[in-house]
């Protein structure tokens, strides 16, 4: 199964606090983070896209505030979230400098992930950093999001961001080496589960089983929520061992995890879910050359739309059609109405001086649009 890690094209990589952050003084484990990027830095230059989704800004920011309860209030939570970002994001910039990288920081909430607007926004930065060869370090934003800091639901955050992302695997670095039949802590006779390739409520009800107690336990539920929602977006994710230094690697090497395999791949899902969820809220009528571009596999310029029938809002969804009416394509949409109506036959290039800002310079991108 590690010849998924090797192939992949694009990984995220999920860490959480306990992993980071030494739970007893409060300090980054400086030695530990060195070594994941050392993996990191062995996958890129693998030619593969890295990001990275990291917890750890609470547990490095209370130790400045000086707040060493056990239990912090949610505003303090999201005081210790604020001050520690910063460190984080230094830790970050140092060890990914240290091999020739550049880093970029991302905050982010679930709601970034789940609104199509912010979906479409977030998703060009990641796409273009990547391109770049930049590694994006995801954060949740707690010093807003109220959900996940009081959940620690970030295992589905890191989710959500992989499939936004067109992801081909997530991996979910853990104090225990993957899902077992019972908390192995606790229970002797636990096995083992290496693959799973339907999450069924036997499976689910392993998790629930390994609620609290032993390592790795408590999220082992949020963990099998997010591979629901990875697989059904087409990437695979496994959960590994993040105690042990270089973590990534001996996953590579084939050290032991679970695997969870999505059927289909990151696009397919993708396109699944425009063409066959989504409601469509308006409508594009294209020329001919248009038509002929899209069954080339093209975005749609402003320059091949011949009329806009709204409304709707940037990152709905909307039926394009030819001239005779005939839908051929259902996409997402990246100008609401009104903008739509004032470049639709324009250039790409005269957007600007059109709505007086530098938008897209297509009308629908071709890994947004799905052809009928």
């Given at each position: 199964?590690?010849?998924?890690?090797?192939?992949?094209?694009?990984?995220?990589?999920?860490?959480?606090?306990?992993?980071?952050?030494?739970?007893?003084?409060?300090?980054?484990?400086?030695?530990?983070?060195?070594?994941?990027?050392?993996?990191?830095?062995?996958?890129?230059?693998?030619?593969?896209?890295?990001?990275?989704?990291?917890?750890?800004?609470?547990?490095?920011?209370?130790?400045?505030?000086?707040?060493?309860?056990?239990?912090?209030?949610?505003?303090?939570?999201?005081?210790?979230?604020?001050?520690?970002?910063?460190?984080?994001?230094?830790?970050?910039?140092?060890?990914?400098?240290?091999?020739?990288?550049?880093?970029?920081?991302?905050?982010?909430?679930?709601?970034?992930?789940?609104?199509?607007?912010?979906?479409?926004?977030?998703?060009?930065?990641?796409?273009?950093?990547?391109?770049?060869?930049?590694?994006?370090?995801?954060?949740?934003?707690?010093?807003?999001?109220?959900?996940?800091?009081?959940?620690?639901?970030?295992?589905?955050?890191?989710?959500?961001?992989?499939?936004?992302?067109?992801?081909?695997?997530?991996?979910?670095?853990?104090?225990?080496?993957?899902?077992?039949?019972?908390?192995?802590?606790?229970?002797?006779?636990?096995?083992?589960?290496?693959?799973?390739?339907?999450?069924?409520?036997?499976?689910?009800?392993?998790?629930?089983?390994?609620?609290?107690?032993?390592?790795?336990?408590?999220?082992?539920?949020?963990?099998?929520?997010?591979?629901?929602?990875?697989?059904?977006?087409?990437?695979?994710?496994?959960?590994?061992?993040?105690?042990?230094?270089?973590?990534?690697g001996k996953i590579s090497e084939g050290a032991k995890t679970t695997w969870f395999k999505a059927v289909a791949s990151p696009k397919a899902a993708r396109k699944k879910w425009i063409s066959g969820i989504l409601q469509a809220t308006g409508t594009l009528v294209v020329d001919a050359g248009a038509v002929a571009a899209l069954s080339r596999g093209k975005s749609l310029l402003p320059a091949g739309v011949k009329a806009v029938n709204g409304p709707f809002d940037r990152g709905d969804a909307v039926r394009i059609l030819d001239e005779t009416g005939t839908q051929i394509a259902r996409g997402l949409v990246a100008y609401g109405a009104a903008d739509a109506g004032a470049i639709m036959g324009a250039r790409s290039?005269?957007?600007?001086?059109?709505?007086?800002?530098?938008?897209?310079?297509?009308?629908?991108?071709?890994?947004?649009?799905?052809?009928?």
């Open positions: 199964m590690s010849k998924l890690l090797d192939n992949a094209k694009r990984v995220v990589v999920k860490i959480g606090s306990s992993l980071l952050v030494n739970p007893e003084n409060g300090e980054l484990r400086q030695d530990w983070l060195k070594s994941l990027i050392a993996d990191v830095a062995a996958l890129k230059s693998a030619g593969k896209d890295v990001m990275i989704v990291s917890s750890g800004a609470v547990a490095l920011g209370r130790r400045d505030l000086s707040l060493d309860r056990s239990r912090l209030k949610l505003d303090e939570k999201q005081a210790a979230a604020a001050v520690g970002q910063i460190r984080l994001a230094h830790a970050y910039q140092d060890a990914l400098a240290a091999h020739g990288l550049t880093v970029a920081q991302l905050l982010v909430t679930l709601d970034d992930t789940e609104e199509r607007r912010r979906y479409l926004n977030a998703r060009a930065t990641v796409d273009t950093l990547l391109r770049m060869g930049v590694v994006p370090v995801i954060n949740e934003n707690d010093t807003v999001a109220t959900a996940e800091i009081r959940f620690g639901d970030n295992d589905r955050l890191a989710a959500r961001v992989a499939v936004m992302a067109g992801a081909d695997l997530l991996v979910l670095l853990s104090d225990i080496d993957g899902l077992y039949t019972a908390d192995p802590t606790m229970d002797d006779a636990a096995e083992h589960i290496a693959e799973v390739d339907d999450i069924s409520t036997t499976i689910e009800g392993m998790a629930g089983q390994a609620r609290d107690g032993g390592p790795g336990s408590g999220g082992m539920i949020t963990k099998i929520a997010a591979a629901k929602i990875a697989v059904s977006g087409g990437c695979h994710m496994l959960i590994g061992n993040g105690r042990v230094q270089n973590p990534v290039q005269d957007i600007e001086d059109i709505l007086g800002f530098a938008g897209r310079d297509v009308m629908v991108h071709r890994d947004d649009l799905v052809l009928d």
